[in-house]
């Protein structure tokens, strides 16, 4: 079966839940990599005010649509809106017209060397990924088959998961055994900031008690100095990994400390793009858990490929943010190198069902801590053409 064709349009996406929330959110603090300069210090606020240093507005969502010759379409989707939806249309799509559609390897190599002359990383690693991701989508709809019995079948029951926020009492009411928290400050902040972190911490490890495993995300913004710093004033607190402590960029930070730290679990990988980052990144041992993203990485078969890297190197993965769609949960489950499984982005509000933040109709919906994803056809996303045009409008 041919590839007939492949669009790629911006839509809005967002969960709509009916239930009010018991409170509206607080004032969000965290720290992040331009945190350093205050105009840039601000963050999002509950109530939808936009932080000036994140990405524009006018980037929405770019879905990607590859149909084959009998009709039969799969959807990826993926962020950073209107240059990514340039990349696939302009440069994937007329390429990839006319390929095998089950092809997935070929056509994911293809994409890979064809955006080597402006770098298969960043955007053009979120086009890679949304066309990779439909076409998988695609091919289980073709075999009547779920994505994850094309990836060799289920390897666990279900998928343990845990929660990223800042409504840690709604996480443990929800159910969830393993939760995480974000650090408002870095080094701009200096010794009150890093007294600061300590306390949200040991405020959280008293709220979940003893038997909840605890998780601490810098996301970018610290250095090796205070890296190492907070490591140690957080060992009282028994914390299961430290997360993305520095730039992606910043091999070398990461090896220094890895060094100074032995004790501690250390996570990155969310900003990391494509196979060959990993690969390296494993033959440093420079982290215990690798967190790619299957929205943002090169796709499916890049996330995969990660997947037995790391398995070979005796570490783990738990993709960023990997509950939260279909792709990750079809990969989390099937691959044995995935222990547990991320739902992030702000989880639900407190009170509200988290069957109500579905994003992408068709979503398995977590409970009491645990998913098992969909056993429909591709990632059994619940997907009508109708519904597309009404999210680009």
């Not at 839940?17 to 004032?27: A, F, L, M």
């Not at 547990?340 to 509200?352: H, I, K, L, T």
């Amino acid at each position: 079966m041919k590839i007939k064709e492949v669009k790629a349009v911006d839509i809005a996406l967002g969960p709509r839940p009916k239930t009010k929330p018991r409170q509206s959110g607080g004032h969000i603090e965290m720290v992040h990599p331009s945190a350093r300069y205050p105009k840039f210090r601000e963050w999002p606020s509950a109530a939808g005010a936009r932080a000036s240093w994140l990405t524009p507005p006018i980037w929405r969502r770019p879905a990607c649509l590859v149909t084959a010759e009998d009709g039969t379409w799969g959807l990826g989707i993926t962020t950073y809106g209107a240059p990514v939806v340039n990349i696939i249309n302009d440069h994937f799509a007329p390429n990839l017209i006319g390929e095998n559609c089950m092809a997935t390897e070929k056509l994911w190599d293809m994409m890979f060397r064809m955006a080597a002359m402006y770098g298969s990383g960043g955007l053009a690693s979120y086009a890679i990924s949304a066309v990779d991701l439909a076409l998988w989508d695609l091919k289980g709809k073709l075999l009547q088959r779920p994505v994850y019995e094309l990836l060799g079948g289920p390897q666990k029951d279900k998928i343990f998961c845990y929660a990223s926020g800042f409504d840690t009492a709604w996480y443990m009411e929800l159910g969830f055994k393993a939760t995480k928290v974000f650090l408002p400050n870095g080094p701009a902040d200096g010794l009150q900031g890093l007294k600061e972190n300590e306390a949200l911490v040991a405020q959280t490890r008293r709220l979940v008690g003893d038997e909840i495993e605890l998780m601490v995300d810098c996301w970018m913004g610290l250095d090796v100095e205070y890296a190492v710093r907070l490591a140690e004033m957080l060992r009282p607190y028994r914390i299961k990994w430290l997360e993305d402590f520095l730039l992606p960029e910043d091999f070398d930070g990461y090896a220094t400390v890895r060094q100074r730290v032995p004790w501690l679990t250390l996570s990155a990988g969310e900003h990391w793009y494509m196979p060959g980052t990993f690969a390296h990144a494993a033959n440093r041992r420079l982290v215990d858990i690798f967190q790619p993203d299957v929205t943002w990485g090169g796709g499916l078969t890049a996330a995969v490929k990660i997947c037995h890297i790391a398995e070979a190197a005796g570490i783990s993965v738990i993709t960023h943010a990997g509950m939260n769609t279909p792709y990750g949960q079809h990969l989390a489950y099937a691959m044995p190198a995935v222990p547990w499984g991320e739902r992030s982005n702000g989880v639900s509000p407190p009170g509200v069902p988290l069957a109500e933040m579905v994003e992408i109709p068709g979503t398995a919906v977590i409970k009491d801590g645990y998913l098992v994803p969909s056993e429909a056809p591709g990632f059994g996303q619940e997907v009508t053409l109708e519904w597309l045009e009404n999210a680009a409008r």
